[in-house]
């Protein structure tokens, strides 16, 4: 019922007649709905990592000149790149979300003569600044400014 | 190997942190706008014509923005790649698997900084 | 006071007798207001005296009755019998070499423990003339930022419940980083440059993944999620400071 956790997790065991087993952990333990939120949270690396790349893409082309952007823009109007970014949208939000949520206890209670305001400020001041930012760098990209 | 990651590890953390804050909230947007309605034409197409899509990203903002949108999602991604190589089971393939992903992201970073600077 | 009857799951070894651990089944009467432990220490009276458990206090701040219940580590003594179905899976805290039955070696945590210097490190005691006597004066501000974590009872779920812990054998782990910042919010304190210089060695606080698991399961709400990403900050500031200014060990030589 019990699978094995590392052998060296907390410390290995000893052998002879007091010989400990080894650590193990319930099998129930991996699929734990807050540990298949945690594993869905380090997996939501994998799409920022590709997201990076096609940024990457976007920006080389737009210093490769007109002909280099068009085609560009062609290849992001793809319906598999379409579904990867509409992945890679609700990636950002669950991402954003959860750090967010967390971003408050994580700072400490002074640094020096500093003390961070306090936790509902924090969060609030987060999510704030993602709206206000995505609404405004959304509406310069769609051409609304500038 | 082990040492040399163990030093380099509060900056990659720095970084990996700003690509959670930073990146995640620049990212929004530009996905909303970029990656889905460009696409699926609902932005007027003078928005992200060449010329203007240029000037904007050439400037001085738009530079520091767009060196941000890629360097930063893919230090947050390579950190948490190797995170999750640890949870499964990677701990003895970690000294390996975290230089890899590591050096994918400072590749992508530099390659991302030479874009920038090409515009 | 109702009476029903409940299986307990138990894990069982015996280094003597057995190869590895294997399970046994006890059917026993329990009462609605019991807990887990309670369950256990009836199979160890009346049923099977041989089931070897740690337990204390009964009022979970000993911190020596932690278990796996149902897959989740939980102190038996404060968690009701009445939470769970007709057949309660008991197994030793995750993570630990098993010792016997659900009793885990603990050696590994007190050399983690030990490792964070949980304690008041001053390069000198203050002056008598100055503090009064030897004492030295804390603010109740002063406290308030690092009580919560002071608050640990050593209880271990939370290293039964990190990915992290279950996946190496080096982290420092939930609860050593929470002591250990608790020493380095701790204004008499002049250690946190030591601290952080450890925080950042072998098992490195930054293997901390947030999964936030070990404060979910803290009896004490001591929070230590907290406490070991605040440490990150820290200790990231301390190594940028040092990287600029070297400096030397608390007041110096």
């Not at chain 1, 290995?12 to 193990?24: E, I, K, L």
């Not at chain 3, 003339?129 to 608050?151: H, I, R, V």
Request: some cysteine; overall charge neutral.
């Amino acid at each position: 019922m019990a699978g094995p956790s590392h052998p060296d997790a907390m410390a290995p065991s000893r052998p002879g007649p007091t010989r400990t087993a080894p650590p193990q952990m319930p099998a129930s333990w991996w699929s734990a709905p807050r540990i298949r939120t945690y594993l869905l949270f380090d997996a939501t690396g994998l799409v920022y990592l590709l997201l990076g790349f096609v940024a990457l893409e976007v920006v080389w082309a737009l210093g490769a000149g007109p002909e280099a952007w068009d085609a560009m823009l062609a290849s992001l109007r793809n319906p598999l790149v379409v579904a990867f970014h509409a992945l890679g949208l609700a990636s950002v939000i669950f991402v954003g979300v959860r750090f967010f949520s967390f971003f408050p206890k994580a700072q400490p209670p002074r640094i020096g003569p500093m003390k961070p305001p306090p936790a509902p400020v924090i969060l609030g001041g987060l999510y704030v600044a993602w709206i206000g930012l995505t609404v405004l760098f959304a509406a310069i990209l769609a051409g609304g400014i500038f | 190997m082990k040492h040399f990651l163990l030093k380099i590890e509060p900056v990659i953390w720095l970084l990996f942190g700003q690509g959670l804050l930073i990146g995640t909230m620049l990212l929004t947007g530009w996905i909303l706008i970029v990656g889905l309605a460009m696409p699926l034409g609902l932005v007027p197409v003078e928005a992200l014509s060449f010329d203007r899509a240029h000037a904007l990203g050439a400037s001085l903002i738009g530079r520091l923005v767009l060196a941000a949108l890629i360097v930063l999602p893919l230090w947050k991604g390579a950190h948490h790649m190797r995170h999750l190589s640890i949870d499964f089971r990677g701990a003895d393939r970690d000294v390996v698997v975290a230089p890899i992903l590591y050096a994918i992201a400072l590749a992508g970073s530099i390659a991302g900084i030479l874009a920038v600077i090409r515009l | 006071m109702s009476e029903t009857k409940k299986k307990f799951v138990i894990t069982r070894f015996d280094p003597e007798k057995d190869e590895s651990p294997r399970t046994q089944e006890y059917e026993i009467p329990v009462q609605g207001d019991w807990k887990v432990l309670d369950a256990i220490n009836y199979i160890k009276d009346e049923v099977d005296p041989s089931v070897c458990h740690r337990w204390s206090c009964r009022m979970a701040v000993c911190g020596s009755c932690g278990m796996m219940v149902d897959g989740e580590p939980k102190l038996t003594c404060k968690t009701s019998l009445a939470e769970y179905g007709d057949t309660v899976v008991v197994e030793p805290l995750a993570n630990f070499p098993i010792v016997r039955d659900l009793v885990v070696e603990l050696e590994g945590f007190m050399e983690k423990f030990k490792r964070v210097k949980p304690w008041v490190v001053r390069a000198k005691e203050q002056a008598a003339e100055k503090s009064g006597g030897g004492t030295y004066a804390q603010s109740p501000e002063e406290l308030a930022e690092f009580k919560k974590f002071s608050m640990c009872i050593n209880c271990m779920l939370c290293y039964a419940a990190c990915p992290v812990v279950a996946n190496e054998g080096e982290f420092l782990g939930p609860a050593a980083i929470a002591l250990g910042h608790r020493y380095n919010l701790d204004s008499r304190d002049e250690g946190e440059s030591e601290r952080n210089e450890i925080f950042r060695g072998e098992g490195t606080i930054y293997s901390c993944s947030f999964a936030h698991e070990c404060s979910e399961v803290c009896p004490k709400n001591v929070d230590p999620a907290a406490a070991i990403n605040q440490a990150k900050f820290s200790a990231l500031i301390d190594w940028a400071q040092n990287l600029v200014l070297p400096k030397g060990r608390a007041g110096g030589a």
